[in-house]
Each structure stands twice: as C-alpha cells, then as structure tokens.
C-alpha cells in the first residue's frame, strides 16, 4: 500500500532540459495549467454571455471578481487598484490550486513548500520594491515606529527587521503546512479504512468529516494568503 | 507596472531555478517529497512559466471582460434610476398643476357661491323693503280711511249730541233751542275735543 507522503512525489510526464537545469513537465506542472486553464475558463467563460442580468455561472465569476476587488478596496485603499490583477491572480491560483488537489488522485502543488515559498517571496519582493519606489530611503523608518524612544531602538529595529524578514517565511509555511497536513491526514484515514475491514467505518466517517474540513481549509488558506498579502501592500503604500 | 512585476517574477523564478539547480547536485530524494531539493527547479519554472500565463490571461483578458459587464450594469442602474427620477419629478409637476387647479376651482366656486348668496340676498332685501313700502303704504291709506271715518263718526256724534242736547233742553227746560244754537253750545262744551 502506498504511503501517506506518496501522494506529494513529483512525477516527471515530459522531461525537458534547458542546459543544465531540469525543467521537466511533471504532475505539478499539469497542476498548474489546469488551474490556468480551469481559473480562465471559469471566468471567460462566466462572462461569454455578457448578460445585464447574470445566470449563476457570471453570478460565480463576477463575485470572485468583486470579492478581491472589495478585498483590495478595504486593505489597501483607492492606490491598491493597479496591485488588482496580480492579487485576483494569486487568490484564484491558490484556491484553484487547493481545490484541485482535493479532487481524489490529483495532484496538490500547493503542499510544495518550494512553490508556496515562491510565491511568498515573489510576493515580499514585489511589496518591497513598491514601497521602495513610493517612498525611496524613507522608507527605512518603517523598521522604527514613529514615537518610539530613541534608546528602544537597538532593541525595536532588530525585531522589526526580523518580524518583516519572517514575512514571507510564515506566509509559505503556513499554506503549505496546511495543504501537507491535511491532505497526510486524509491519507493515513483513508489507510485505516483500508486496514480495519469491517470497522473500517469508523475512520471512513472521520474521513468524510475530514473532506468538508479540508475544502474549508482550502478556501481560508487562499484567503489567508491573499489578505496578508494586501496588508503587506497597504504597509508598503502607506508606511504603518 | 505590470511588465515590472512579470519581470520581477521571472527573475524570481529563475533565481530559485539556478538556486536549486546547485542544490540538487549534493542530495537526493529521501524522505519527505517535499524536501527533494532535485525536483525544486522544474516545479519553480513551471510555477512561473503558469503563474505569469494566468497572470496575464487574467489581466488582458479576463477581468476586462468583467470590469466592463460590471461598469455597463452600473451605467444601466444610473440611467435607469436617472429616468425614475426624471418621471418622479414629472408626476410631481402633474400632481402640483392637478392640485392647483383644484384649488383654483374651489376658490372659484366659492366666490361664485357667495356672489349667487349675496345676489339672492340683494334681491330678497329689495322685495322685502318692497313689500314693507307697499304695507306701509295700504296702512297709511288705510289710516286716511279711518280717520276719515272717524271724522264722520264724529260729525254724527256731534250732530246727535247736538239733537240730544235739544231734546233734553225741551224736555227739561221746556223750551226750544234753535238747531244751530244747540249745535254751537255742544261745539263748546265738548271743546276741543273731537
């Protein structure tokens, strides 16, 4: 029988190389243009109709949209509105990502902690280069809070720098230790079903319970994510 | 902006892809997949290669469309709650004239009310004065009649006084009076009382 950890193994279906460097097609590439494909989908496809009045599917399409445009609204403000393009992408990429992976036998690239770790640091450089275009060396006084007494400074500005450093380290961890965690529980269950017989309806049952948890936990996770995200775009707009 | 955070991405992406390359030659797969630090380049191209698409389609393709079903709905509210406006204010207008001339009708009415009322007064108080000239007329023709009559009631009372007053002279005194000293002599009694 397959061990719980087998299901996040990178399988390679098309292997490229580009000079040196393994550039592979694997089953987290697959992964990944689905969601494309799947996210473009449900949106052009939501709105081919174009209908003053929505159908259910333009209803789906256009409430994720408003969902991230209001998410952007209320944490960065009015300058967020250029951010908005890259924040639907992640939110969708994220949640397609999370929602795929619950489908039985796919695959979830969400519980790779290089690509959730990719994503957090594309993120941390983005919001540091923006706040650093806005702001030039200003913005440094971001690492020591106005007020402050100057003799907490050694003691605040290396915390501050730290806490802003973790940033994209517990952003990474927390999707991917979410995705990994779950989708091992389901697996160990669903390992019990196998392994108990008869009795095996008991953790059949904490399964099913399991499922319902987990697609929650998929769409908070993503949500997680995007809003840290746009809080950290409003700090960097903003300065605190 | 949007070429500066697809370039960003990519050069991410190709900073992790080299930073695993070098990686990858040391170790390989034990333990958690997760972990196997031969399989992080490919994920980290794909990951960029599929992010920046999706970023993209999303971009040029997707939420235009969105933006613009969303904007033009918009618009059809405002124009139409603009229109709902525009015929409110309408009815109100209507519904001001309706009430103006309903006021101008009644004020109308009124007056033509108590111009009916003081014309039928006017005309009742003319025939009463009418009437009460009329009466007064026949009272005082008729006062004439009784005065007259009473003149001649009293020429009678005078001249029977006067033959009473013989009469009695006769038959008292014994002797005759001549009419017309008898009529004098009651004249002066009665003064000038008749």
């Known amino acids: 029988m397959a061990g719980p950890l087998e299901q996040f193994e990178i399988k390679t279906l098309v292997p490229i190389t580009v000079g040196t460097t393994d550039a592979s097609f694997t089953n987290a590439s697959l992964f990944m243009a689905i969601a494309v494909a799947a996210i473009t989908v449900f949106i052009v496809g939501g709105m081919r109709g174009r209908a003053l009045v929505p159908g259910r599917w333009q209803s789906m399409a256009e409430l994720s949209y408003e969902f991230i445009a209001g998410m952007v609204r209320d944490n960065v403000g009015s300058k967020g509105r250029q951010y908005f393009p890259l924040i639907f992408s992640l939110f969708m990429f994220i949640l397609f990502g999370n929602l795929l992976g619950m489908i039985p036998y796919s695959f979830t690239f969400t519980s790779h902690i290089i690509v959730t770790f990719a994503l957090a640091a594309f993120i941390f450089v983005v919001v540091t280069l923006v706040a650093l275009a806005k702001h030039g060396l200003h913005f440094f006084t971001y690492f020591f809070p106005q007020g402050a007494p100057l003799a907490t400074a050694p003691l605040i500005i290396p ?17 991917f230790a979410n995705m990994m965690a779950g989708h091992t529980m389901l697996k160990v269950f669903a390992i019990f079903t196998v392994a108990m017989g008869v009795f095996g309806f008991a953790p059949l049952a904490v399964n099913v319970a399991l499922i ?15 809003i840290l995200t746009c809080l950290y775009l409003h700090d960097a707009i903003h300065l605190h | 902006m949007r070429g500066r955070f697809l370039a960003a991405g990519l050069a991410l992406g190709s900073v992790f892809a080299a930073a695993a390359a070098t990686a990858a030659e040391g170790q390989s797969g034990a333990g958690l997949p997760q972990l196997d630090a031969t399989r992080f380049a490919p994920q980290l191209i794909w990951l960029a290669i599929t992010f920046g698409a999706l970023y993209l389609l999303m971009s040029r393709v997707a939420l235009p469309r969105v933006a613009e079903v969303l904007e033009t709905r918009a618009d059809h509210i405002n124009d139409d709650l603009r229109r709902a406006e525009e015929s409110r204010g309408e009815a109100e207008a209507v519904m001001q004239a309706y009430e103006k001339a309903l006021v101008d009708a009644r004020s109308k009415a009124r007056a033509a009310a108590l111009e009916a009322s003081e014309a039928a007064k006017a005309i009742s108080e003319e025939r009463q004065r009418e009437a009460g000239r009329t009466l007064q007329e ?4 008729a006062e004439g009649r009784i005065a007259e009559a009473k003149a001649a009631a009293m020429g009678n009372v005078r001249s029977v006084a006067a033959e009473v007053a013989i009469a009695a002279t006769k038959r008292i005194g014994g002797f ?18 008749a």
């Open chain 1, 159 to 175: 915390i501050e720098i730290l806490s802003y450093l973790s940033r994209p380290v517990s952003l990474s961890i927390r999707l």
């Open chain 2, 176 to 193: 005759d009076v001549d009419a017309e000293r008898g009529a004098a002599a009651v004249a002066a009694a009665m003064g000038g009382r």
């Open chain 2, 138 to 141: 026949e009272a005082v023709a």
């Open chain 1, 212 to 226: 319902g948890f987990e697609i929650l936990v998929a769409v908070l996770q993503a949500y997680v994510f995007t």
